[in-house]
C-alpha cells in the first residue's frame, strides 16, 4: 500500500492522494482502488474518478457519512497493499501527421532539434498507458512520451481545436474528442471517436489501457473519416 492522504474536496466527495508523481504503479493502484471502491460500496458510492495519482470518490452527503466512508477508504487501502499491471487490448489510433491536421508538428521538431519524420516516428514507437480520462468527457490522458518530443504546452491557447486532434504536451500526449478550447501542440488527427453517448460504452479509453498510434495517408484517413460516427 502506498502512502495515502485523506481529504474533503467540498460536501460531496474525498479526495484520495497517493504521492504525486507520474507513475505506472501508483497510477495502477489507483485505478484497482477506485474499482474495488465502486463495487465494494455500490450505491452508497456515486463514482470514483481516477487521476494520475488520486481518486476522487463522490457520495450523497445527505445518505452518507463522511467520517464513516472516509474510514473505509483507510480499510480498502489497506487491502490493496500490491497491483499487478493490467495489459489490457491495445487500441489502435490511426493519424495523419503533418500539414493541416498536425499545425505544430513543426514546431515539437523544433523543441526536438530534429525533423517532422522524428516526431512522427518517436511519438509512433511508444505504447502509452491511459492514466485518467477528464478534461471533456472522453479525453484521456496518455504518457508517457518521448522526451525528445515533449514540448510544452503552447505559450497561446487556442479557441478551438478539432475533434480528433492529436497533440503533445510535456510527457503527455492525448486526442481532443471534441471541439474544445486547448493549449497542446497539434501534431496531427485521428478518425476515431474517442467518446460517443450513444455506444454502449461511450468512452473509447478507460484508465490502464493501452494505446498505439499509426500513421496513415491521407487516402486512408479520408476513407476513415468518411465514416466516422459521433
Given at each position: 500500500m502506498p502512502p495515502i492522504q485523506i481529504a474533503a474536496a467540498g460536501d460531496a466527495a474525498l479526495l484520495v492522494s497517493v504521492p504525486?508523481?507520474?507513475?505506472?504503479?501508483?497510477?495502477?493502484?489507483?485505478?484497482?482502488?477506485?474499482?474495488?471502491?465502486?463495487?465494494?460500496?455500490?450505491?452508497?458510492?456515486?463514482?470514483?474518478?481516477?487521476?494520475?495519482?488520486?481518486?476522487?470518490?463522490y457520495f450523497d452527503p445527505l445518505l452518507v457519512d463522511p467520517a464513516w466512508l472516509e474510514r473505509e477508504l483507510y480499510d480498502v487501502a489497506a487491502a490493496i497493499p500490491v497491483v499487478a499491471l493490467r495489459s489490457g487490448?491495445?487500441?489502435?489510433?490511426?493519424?495523419l501527421y503533418g500539414g493541416e491536421m498536425g499545425p505544430?508538428?513543426?514546431?515539437?521538431?523544433?523543441?526536438?532539434?530534429?525533423?517532422?519524420?522524428?516526431?512522427?516516428?518517436?511519438?509512433?514507437?511508444?505504447?502509452?498507458?491511459?492514466?485518467?480520462?477528464?478534461?471533456?468527457?472522453?479525453?484521456?490522458?496518455?504518457?508517457?512520451?518521448?522526451?525528445?518530443?515533449?514540448?510544452?504546452?503552447?505559450?497561446?491557447?487556442?479557441?478551438?481545436?478539432?475533434?480528433?486532434?492529436?497533440?503533445?504536451?510535456?510527457?503527455?500526449?492525448?486526442?481532443?474528442?471534441?471541439?474544445?478550447?486547448?493549449?497542446?501542440?497539434i501534431i496531427g488527427r485521428t478518425p476515431l471517436v474517442p467518446f460517443d453517448p450513444?455506444?454502449?460504452?461511450?468512452c473509447a479509453f478507460m484508465p490502464g489501457d493501452q494505446v498505439r498510434f499509426r500513421s496513415v495517408d491521407a487516402t486512408e484517413f479520408a476513407a476513415a473519416w468518411s465514416e466516422r460516427v459521433r
Open positions: 504525486q508523481v507520474i507513475d505506472v504503479q501508483l497510477n495502477a493502484w489507483c485505478v484497482a482502488f477506485g474499482e474495488e471502491i465502486t463495487q465494494r460500496y455500490g450505491a452508497a458510492v456515486r463514482d470514483a474518478v481516477v487521476g494520475y495519482a488520486s481518486v476522487t470518490v487490448p491495445i487500441v489502435d489510433v490511426p493519424v505544430d508538428i513543426e514546431d515539437v521538431a523544433r523543441f526536438g532539434g530534429c525533423g517532422a519524420a522524428d516526431v512522427i516516428a518517436w511519438h509512433t514507437a511508444v505504447t502509452y498507458r491511459v492514466y485518467l480520462v477528464g478534461f471533456v468527457p472522453g479525453f484521456a490522458y496518455l504518457a508517457t512520451v518521448d522526451p525528445r518530443i515533449a514540448a510544452p504546452r503552447r505559450a497561446t491557447p487556442r479557441v478551438a481545436v478539432p475533434s480528433g486532434s492529436v497533440a503533445i504536451a510535456g510527457g503527455q500526449t492525448g486526442i481532443y474528442p471534441d471541439v474544445t478550447p486547448g493549449g497542446w501542440n450513444a455506444r454502449p460504452t461511450p
